[in-house]
């Protein structure tokens, strides 16, 4: 099983900052099977990124994936009232997905 | 547009089952594939397996072998959840999730299962 560690945690930020999260994996993830998303407080997860770095539907383009291999990155360029959430990582490889462990984005 | 509505919450017994349902409408049911994830409150989220509404077949993470059936109706777009044997530790939020095998784009809004004697 791929395990995902995803760092900082917490991050503590003022609006109109930057963002920075990062996902490691135990062992080498397809870039087109690496995936993040956003959950809001009481509230369901919501798609933001797949393949790494393609915007789901509805995303903002203040949000970006980079990475490949093993490190994976989600960026966003300025933070937003709204952003400031818990996002987590997500993979698929040999019929499984798996999840990290989550960061919470909070208000400074 | 893609909406995901899940049955109410639940309260078990240790032992017992509980079944949570998640109807699919906007979209062609067999299109998707549907996951389940938990959460256990104040947790991350763990996935539990996948079901493919064409045909039915399933994949089940280990943790969960033996312990949960998912099974779908497409008379009337439904998945099921079926997970056994509850004990406290299944205290948690339980979501369906419709997308690829890889990921999971659209959510049901939740339902939270209480395991508690």
């Known amino acids: 099983e791929v395990v995902l560690t995803q760092s900082p945690g917490p991050l503590s930020l003022s609006p109109g900052e930057r963002a920075t999260l990062s996902c490691r994996a135990s062992q080498s993830v397809s870039s087109s099977y690496l995936a993040w998303y956003q959950q809001k407080a009481g509230q369901a997860p919501r798609l933001l990124i797949y393949?790494?770095?393609n915007r789901a539907t509805g995303t903002p383009d203040r949000f970006s994936g980079s990475g490949s291999g093993t490190d994976f990155t989600l960026t966003i360029s300025r933070l937003e009232p709204e952003d400031f959430a818990v996002y987590y990582c997500q993979q698929y490889g040999n019929s499984l997905l798996t999840f990290g462990g989550g960061t919470k984005v909070e208000i400074k | 547009q893609v909406q995901l509505v899940q049955s109410g919450a639940e309260v078990k017994k240790p032992g017992a089952s509980v079944k949570v349902s998640c109807k699919a409408s906007?979209?062609?049911?067999?299109?998707?594939?549907m996951h389940w994830v938990r959460q256990a409150p104040g947790q991350g989220l763990e996935w539990m397996g996948i079901i493919n509404p064409n045909g039915g077949s399933t994949t089940y993470t280990q943790k969960f072998q033996g312990r949960v059936t998912m099974t779908r109706d497409t008379s009337t777009s439904t998945v099921y959840m079926d997970l056994s044997s509850l004990r406290s530790e299944d205290t948690a939020v339980y979501y369906c999730?419709?997308?690829?095998?890889?990921?999971?784009?659209?959510w049901g809004q939740g339902t939270l299962v209480t395991v508690s004697s």
């Open positions: 906007g979209y062609t049911f067999t299109s998707y594939y």
């Open positions: 999730a419709a997308g690829g095998s890889t990921r999971l784009d659209h």
């Open positions: 393949g790494a770095s």
